[in-house]
């Protein structure tokens, strides 16, 4: 399968052009070589006709000879093909972009210039602009490495072809690629209440088939024999079974907090908090979707989008798919109460990602608490405004600090643990201290430590 | 003016070393028999070469073979030497126009051969008239700057877009 774009010189009879074909001319001009060469010998025989001295002419004479000898004649046809490994892949991963340019004739030099967009880098031995010498066909391969999740192109292909005195260059922009986040590895170990009736592998509250031990009761009849606790029967002097808890699927609702700034106007803290979500929702997704449970998505960023709950590697994707266009720029407030029933089932676990700095945000995350979801919200702000040096800078500072502060007892008040991902952290251990809740408190979620 | 190339350290390959030391020699060639003031001239144009050589400077051989002409314009160089100085200027230009990214540099440096012995003909050719008739009539002046003028414009045509054009195909 091919990807990318095709660049085909005309043919003398060029079949009708399919739909999506874009015609361009191209434009064969001097080379850089010819041109210098022409400026210099003309230079040299101004400066002779000016100081009289037609010794100087000796100057120009050289280039003028090689100016000659440069052939002039009609440049042959180009065709140039550029494909792509992929059009999907994680961040780090490597895709390798193929460019071949042929000519009816064979041509002086080409040159295949890679220029590189900023979230990728050149991972292969190929050096970013290969030359080619007197080839009719010129074929260069580089591998790249996509650093940055989103949507983009990862460059593009500079041809630079010279035929005698005549050189064209054409610039192929290379397709966007879909560049996944790269989900950190963690245990889906933090579950709602409620577990669905589906198998799974989560430890639920009622008797079942599952592994975990969940108590011992008297022997009945129908029980099966590997169920019987020897030393308890023993010691009782009566049959004595094992019970085990039931085996249960979790759904899990992702919510990214995207309201901000897009495009141009997002600044670098923007683009940290909207990273960070991003990733630490890919990582929560992937963690729940590996063992069988159910993960969906919402997208808080002026236009309110969803994507149920649902489980496999599909949903990995589309949900990958989602938060690439996550950042969307609008002045809406999100009703989550437009939320569907089957979006959002009712006792689903919401871990939210926001810097909890709109309070679009801040109102959504109290609707959906106050209809009841199990919730969970991790601050993903790590930035602070900077202090300054006036007095009033830095009492602008502290009444922000205050503020942040004020916002995040006004979510604990309403039941929703606030948690704080700082620095160098992995999202398993934000989400640690939930594990084990202190005693007193009520349990947030059905988790077993 | 026309902003410099943005390239790596890693990017500085032999080419560059040739065009940059060929520059540099071409600049200083003609300084033993140019007046005093051709020294500041020179470091103008050896700037403009390294410039060209190792940040891609496109404007810079064209400059520094300005500041060569200026100063063998006002030297009291005699024809051997201004004959050397024109071979010169042809193989930095030459070198100057490298391609980047050759993997095969020998098989480049030997289409150079071409233009080069072009070049040499070309400078024999003139030393061979000049050596004839020394002259320095406003008539032959005048009409070295036609043929230089009409040749600029056979090499040069600008703004003349060729009938060739190609189509893009999105797959």
């Known amino acids: ?449 | 003016m026309s902003r410099l190339g943005s390239v790596s350290r890693g990017s500085f390959t032999k080419t560059s070393y040739l065009s940059a030391a060929l520059g540099v020699a071409t600049v200083a060639w003609p300084l033993a028999w140019a007046p005093g003031w051709a020294y500041a001239v020179a470091s103008a144009g050896a700037v403009a070469v390294l410039a060209a050589a190792f940040a891609r400077w496109r404007p810079g051989p064209v400059l520094a073979v300005a500041a060569v002409i200026l100063a063998c314009a006002f030297s009291q160089a005699g024809t051997l030497v201004l004959a050397a100085e024109g071979l010169l200027i042809l193989c930095y230009l030459l070198a100057a126009s490298a391609p980047a990214g050759l993997s095969r540099r020998g098989r480049w440096v030997s289409h150079q051969v071409f233009p080069a012995v072009a070049g040499l003909i070309a400078s024999g050719a003139v030393l061979a008239a000049l050596a004839l008739h020394q002259v320095s009539s406003a008539w032959l002046t005048a009409a070295g700057l036609a043929a230089a003028a009409g040749a600029y414009l056979i090499a040069l045509p600008l703004g003349r877009p060729s009938r060739r054009s190609s189509d893009v195909d999105v797959q």
Do not use: K
Request: hydrophobic fraction near 45%; aromatic fraction near 4%.
């Open chain 1, 1 to 449: 399968m091919r990807f990318g774009r095709t660049e085909r010189g005309s043919s003398p009879g060029p079949p009708p052009a399919p739909p999506g074909t874009q015609r361009q001319p191209a434009r064969w001009l001097p080379s850089a070589r010819s041109r210098s060469l022409a400026s210099a010998a003309l230079l040299a025989l101004v400066a002779a006709v000016l100081t009289g001295h037609a010794a100087l002419v000796l100057l120009a004479a050289p280039a003028l000879g090689a100016l000659a000898l440069m052939a002039r004649r009609r440049p042959p046809e180009l065709g140039i093909d550029v494909a792509l490994s992929g059009s999907r892949c994680f961040e780090g991963e490597d895709v390798t972009i193929t460019t071949t340019v042929r000519a009816a004739e064979p041509l002086d030099e080409v040159i295949l210039e890679l220029q590189l967009a900023p979230q990728a880098v050149l991972a292969g031995a190929s050096p970013s602009a290969q030359a080619f010498l007197r080839t009719g066909q010129a074929s260069a391969r580089w591998v790249v490495r996509c650093d940055r999740w989103g949507r983009y192109s990862p460059g593009t292909v500079q041809v630079t072809s010279r035929a005698g005195a005549l050189q064209a260059s054409r610039q192929a922009e290379l397709d966007p690629l879909e560049v996944f986040p790269r989900p950190a590895r963690m245990r889906p170990r933090l579950v709602p209440a409620e577990l669905l009736r589906r198998i799974g592998e989560h430890t639920g509250r009622a008797l079942g088939e599952g592994v975990e031990f969940a108590g011992i009761r008297p022997y009945l009849p129908g029980d099966q024999l590997r169920d019987v606790n020897r030393a308890v029967s023993i010691r009782r002097g009566q049959l004595h079974v094992n019970q085990r808890a039931a085996a249960r699927a979790a759904d899990l609702v992702v919510m990214i907090d995207a309201f901000g700034p897009v495009d141009d106007r997002a600044g670098p803290v923007t683009e940290r908090t909207l990273d960070l979500a991003v990733h630490g929702a890919a990582t929560l997704v992937t963690a729940y979707l590996r063992v069988s449970d159910r993960a969906g998505l919402v997208v808080l960023g002026g236009q309110l989008r969803w994507l149920g709950p649902a489980a496999g590697d599909r949903q990995f994707y589309r949900i990958a798919e989602m938060m690439l266009a996550a950042r969307y720029d609008s002045f809406v407030i999100p009703d989550v109460g437009r939320i569907p029933r089957t979006a959002l089932p009712p006792g689903t676990l919401v871990v939210v990602f926001s810097p909890l700095l709109d309070p679009r945000g801040f109102g959504a995350i109290a609707d959906l608490r106050q209809r009841g979801f199990p919730l969970i919200a991790v601050d993903t702000l790590r930035d602070e405004p900077p202090p300054g040096s006036r007095a009033d800078a830095r009492l602008a500072l502290r009444l922000w600090r205050l503020d942040r502060t004020a916002t995040r007892t006004a979510l604990r008040a309403l039941g929703v643990p606030v948690l704080q991902w700082s620095e160098g952290a992995e999202l398993d251990s934000v989400l640690a201290p939930l594990r084990q809740p202190p005693p007193g408190l009520r349990r947030l979620a059905g988790s077993r430590s």
